[in-house]
């Protein structure tokens, strides 16, 4: 069932009028009906719900969010905790002294409203995080607080912690004991860039060295089965994408962080950013075909310099089209010969295509690029004109080259 709430953007805090809630199975009457039978709901609740929720810049379903995770649809009820600020971070709708609505939960409330939405298949999972309320480890203590009573109450279910920068240590153990899931936001890979639009934040002491505790904890304990995520605010200051990614490198091999979020800049009335222009949408984008790159691929950052303009942000191609061009000597690639790490150079061939191929050819060699699609049940269409079979034909480099430049190809 569905049912129409107002709501209102975190990013810029505007009134989007009424947009679609989504209550599962239960009509928007027998859930008002429940709520006043057991005061467990209130429109206040929800009220609040649709002001806290981060989801709304992404979703039209607030409060819950509909997150993917290996290629399903995960509900999710993603709230702050509270959204009143004392940092001032000038790319924020809840900066301090800006005038906004804000709300706050208690912890008893927060977990009522969760355990109600989840008992009835209504979420699947928690996401919460909050401003910095007073101080960070006070702000962190009250959403930790709502997390234990959600455990203490038998949730079992998903549960995602995003942490203050200059929470204590004790705070990371806590959240790493109760969290699927848990990390803190970097926002910039730049010291002085982060000391100009997050003045409040030591990123290297309230974020980087919060994030290797975060590490630390999760594989002292074997805990946080999701992993570690961040977040990168892109285009809010002068940095690069090469500083980006050489940051998001990082994160990955010595942090061991499992996920890395690009988040463009829109500029929000009200605050010292209002004039900057917004983070054109491809730069999110070829942010996260790189950093996959980096993560499941073996590439290093330096790898990636191809696909960099000359002052260091990525071009809009894709990243590994990019890469390949600049060394035609290494293609085309023989689906019947070429290793696992060989099939990973060819755009359009991810780890599972290449795992795949690899087995289906154990029993006999490929015989054409149709045979691939057929026994590896894979296309590479995509990948045509960086792969052969034998000495069969391949779309020349050339060609192809010509369609990139006509962006019909990226
Ligand atoms: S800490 Fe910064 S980004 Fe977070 S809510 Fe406060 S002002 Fe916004």
Redesign the pocket.
């Known amino acids: 069932m569905e049912a129409f709430l107002p709501i209102f953007c975190y990013t810029c805090n505007k009134n989007l009028g009424c947009a679609v809630i989504t209550f599962g199975d239960l009509s928007w009457q027998q859930l008002k009906s429940e709520a006043l039978e057991s005061s467990v709901v209130t429109m206040g609740k929800w009220t609040r719900l649709s002001l806290l929720s981060l989801g709304a810049s992404y979703d039209r379903c607030v409060p819950i969010y509909h997150s993917v995770a290996r290629g399903r649809t995960v509900p999710l009820l993603k709230t702050?905790v509270s959204?009143y600020?004392?940092?001032?971070?000038a790319?924020?709708?809840?900066?301090?002294g800006r005038r906004v609505p804000r709300e706050r939960f208690e912890p008893e409330e927060l977990a009522d409203v969760a355990m109600m939405l989840w008992r009835r298949g209504i979420i699947e999972g928690v996401f919460l995080?909050?401003?910095?309320d007073g101080d960070p480890e006070g702000a962190t203590m009250v959403e930790l607080h709502a997390a234990e009573l959600l455990r203490r109450r038998g949730y079992t279910g998903y549960l995602h912690l995003r942490l203050?920068?200059g929470c204590s240590r004790e705070a990371v153990r806590r959240a790493a004991e109760l969290g699927d899931r848990i990390g803190l936001?970097v926002?910039n890979p730049n010291d002085s860039c982060l000391a100009e639009i997050?003045p409040?934040?030591d990123g290297r002491i309230d974020v980087w060295r919060r994030l290797r505790w975060c590490s630390e904890e999760a594989e002292r304990g074997n805990l946080v089965r999701a992993g570690l995520d961040t977040q990168f605010?892109v285009g809010a200051s002068d940095e690069t994408d090469r500083q980006i990614l050489e940051a998001t490198y990082g994160l990955y091999r010595e942090l061991g962080l499992r996920r890395v979020y690009f988040s463009g800049f829109r500029p929000i009335s009200g605050t010292p950013l209002e004039d900057r222009p917004p983070c054109p949408s491809y730069r999110e984008h070829r942010l996260y075909q790189a950093s996959f790159l980096l993560r499941d691929y073996g590439f290093g950052p330096e790898d990636l310099e191809p696909a960099l303009d000359d002052d260091g942000y990525l071009r809009d191609i894709d990243p590994k089209i990019a890469l390949a061009l600049s060394h035609p000597e290494l293609y085309p690639v023989d689906l019947n010969e070429a290793t696992f790490e060989e099939l990973l150079l060819v755009p359009g061939i991810g780890p599972k295509k290449a795992r795949a191929i690899l087995t289906a050819r154990e029993r006999r060699p490929f015989e054409s690029l149709s045979d691939v699609r057929r026994r590896a049940g894979v296309s590479i269409r995509r990948s045509s004109p960086f792969v052969k079979i034998g000495d069969g034909q391949q779309e020349s480099l050339h060609k192809f080259e010509r369609k990139v430049e006509m962006s019909q190809w990226t």
């Open positions: 702050l959204s600020c004392v940092n001032s971070c790319y924020c709708a809840f900066r301090c995080s909050s401003s910095v203050m920068p936001n926002e997050r409040d934040v605010v």
